[in-house]
T-cell receptor, first 111, second 112 residues
Framework: EPEVTQTPSHQVTQMGQEVILRCVPI?????FYWYRQILGQKVEFLVS????????KSEIFDDQFSVERPDGSNFTLKIRSTKLEDSAMYFC?????????FGPGTRLTVL | GESVGLHLPTLSVQEGDNSIINCAYS??????FIWYKQESGKGPQFIID?????DKRQGQRVTVLLNKTVKHLSLQIAATQPGDSAVYFC???????????FGAGTRLAVHP
């Protein structure tokens, strides 16, 4: 069964450093999303992406964040200058019809 | 803004019992609702969905009930098993590009 994959599973970085989180959505899906989940809290929407551009973003998704689909398979989330409060699980999702399929997540730890 | 909330952060049940997890939502125009299961260290996994033109939908061992009058959603799990232990989130679909608005989650603990 096709699935969304994410790399790395765990990323540790120093405050102020740039990180790139990678996702490979399911191949025939056209809508892509990033969500984050701070430890013990609910899953929060960050951004949606369709037709090679951002279709919607939340207040969390400020100018430190960017997304890109550099080729036909990868979907990346970049945080330019990480802050301590960026520590969270980041989930990528892709959508076919109404169902969003989530990847296993990347745990980002900012020290 | 639109919000989704859950009534109980933790639910403990005996194996074989039925479980009921509740959720409330704020936007009466919400049209599509989903329950997700999240096991430790994994991403949310789709369980069951329901549209606003229905008040009940059944899957394998799971039933979702929707009460639009009071903006309440519930997930019923029949004959709960240890493998059902997880955090359960309700979510509503929002906006033209179908972002998900999640509730806070209920941790279901199943005891033998």
């Amino acid at each position: 069964e096709p699935e969304v994959t994410q790399t790395p599973s765990h990323q540790v970085t120093q405050m102020g450093q740039e990180v790139i989180l990678r996702c490979v959505p399911i191949s025939n899906h056209l809508y892509f999303y990033w969500y984050r989940q701070i430890l013990g809290q609910k899953v929060e929407f960050l951004v949606s992406f369709y037709n090679n551009e951002i279709s919607e973003k939340s207040e969390i998704f400020d100018d430190q964040f960017s997304v890109e689909r550099p080729d036909g398979s990868n979907f990346t989330l970049k945080i330019r200058s990480t802050k301590l409060e960026d520590s969270a699980m980041y989930f990528c999702a892709s959508r076919y019809l109404n169902e969003q399929f989530f990847g296993p997540g990347t745990r980002l730890t900012v020290l | 803004g639109e919000s989704v909330g859950l009534h109980l952060p933790t639910l403990s049940v005996q194996e074989g019992d039925n479980s009921i997890i509740n959720c409330a939502y704020s936007n009466s125009a919400s049209d599509y609702f989903i329950w997700y299961k999240q096991e430790s260290g994994k991403g949310p996994q789709f369980i069951i969905d329901i549209r606003s033109n229905m008040d009940k939908r059944q899957g394998q061992r799971v039933t979702v009930l929707l009460n639009k009058t009071v903006k309440h959603l519930s997930l019923q799990i029949a004959a709960t098993q240890p493998g059902d232990s997880a955090v359960y989130f309700c979510a509503v679909l929002s906006g033209g590009y179908n972002k998900l608005i999640f509730g806070a989650g209920t941790r279901l603990a199943v005891h033998p």
